[in-house]
């Protein structure tokens, strides 16, 4: 089922007609901030789980004080404009819901965010796998370093800044891997070009530290989370090279699209056995029960949506 409405200046209305004027100044600048969240369709209960919402809400809006975007709206008020939309697209699949706050003046030659209005908009259009997580995948050193935190906030989804993971995605694919790992300024591990990155040796994971100019991901709490409490994992925050990747047990991304992916090899060698290792699969699949609102333990990281009949 096709998305048929969209919020947008203030106002729910038909998906088609949520466009902008060509000299909007986020299409020039990049001067927007945008999440990513999912909407999971249990098909068991016939219920949409939209997963943990308000947090990805809360880290939209500590963006907006970045950028200097003020829209007339709390975490709160996001959450019922979203199960509103949800409602009036009766979605019965998996949806991907991208909020979007963005500087809309419609003046390009301005480079001043203290002189420039801002608006907000909302779409959900049904949305599946984003990378298939029933294999371990296979990635590639970018060539393009990660950008540093002195550059351009890393913390949030600035829209600009993603032109920095466009170009690793882009050369990972057109040199046949699936995704890229990104190394920061100095050499070390940062993330994957949208995704967070886990390493497992010896029964530890180890993962980058927020500081190596990746997201603060969400995905990335859950996940954490689960192993530590529910799997009894020792978890180390600390700064991984290069190397370290070659001779790891297990590797595995995470991300509102990419969910929990396991890596298979990293420049032509193999990780592991190079299939999806056994603490990564229980991740996976601890992790898609909560997501899909089947662990009554951390229900209240999903809101019950769009429920059928």
Request: glycine share 6%; with cysteine.
């Amino acid at each position: 089922m096709k998305a048929q409405i969209a919020f947008f200046k203030g106002e729910f209305i038909p998906y088609d007609k949520a466009n902008l004027h060509i000299t909007t100044h986020a299409l020039h600048y990049g001067t927007s901030i945008f999440e990513g969240i999912r909407g999971n369709w249990n098909k068991d209960d016939k219920t949409l789980y939209v997963f943990r919402i308000k947090e990805h809400f809360d880290r939209l809006l500590e963006g907006c004080k970045m950028l200097m975007i003020d829209i007339p709206y709390n975490s709160e008020d996001l959450c019922k404009i979203t199960i509103e939309l949800l409602a009036k697209n009766n979605f019965k699949e998996d949806v991907y819901i991208r909020p979007l706050a963005y500087k809309s003046e419609e003046l390009v030659a301005n480079l001043k965010l203290q002189d420039l209005s801002s608006d907000f908009a909302l779409v959900a259009v049904p949305f599946g796998l984003y990378i298939d997580s029933d294999r371990a995948i296979n990635c590639c050193t970018s060539s393009w370093r990660r950008i540093d935190d002195t550059m351009i906030p890393t913390r949030f989804k600035i829209g600009g800044h993603y032109v920095n993971s466009i170009l690793a995605k882009t050369e990972a694919t057109l040199s046949g891997f699936d995704e890229a790992i990104f190394l920061t300024q100095d050499g070390y591990v940062s993330e994957g070009a949208g995704e967070n990155l886990f390493l497992i040796k010896d029964k530890t994971i180890i993962m980058p530290p927020v500081t190596a100019n990746n997201l603060t991901g969400i995905t990335r709490d859950s996940v954490i989370k689960l192993a530590s409490e529910e799997l009894d994992i020792k978890i180390i925050e600390q700064n991984i090279r290069r190397s370290e990747i070659y001779i790891a047990d297990e590797l595995f991304l995470t991300g509102t699209a990419a969910h929990v992916t396991a890596v298979g090899s990293l420049d032509n060698r193999k990780i592991g056995n190079g299939d999806v290792g056994p603490i990564t699969k229980q991740i996976q699949e601890l992790y898609f029960e909560c997501v899909t609102g089947k662990n009554p333990k951390y229900i209240n990281w999903c809101i019950a949506t769009n429920k059928g009949k």
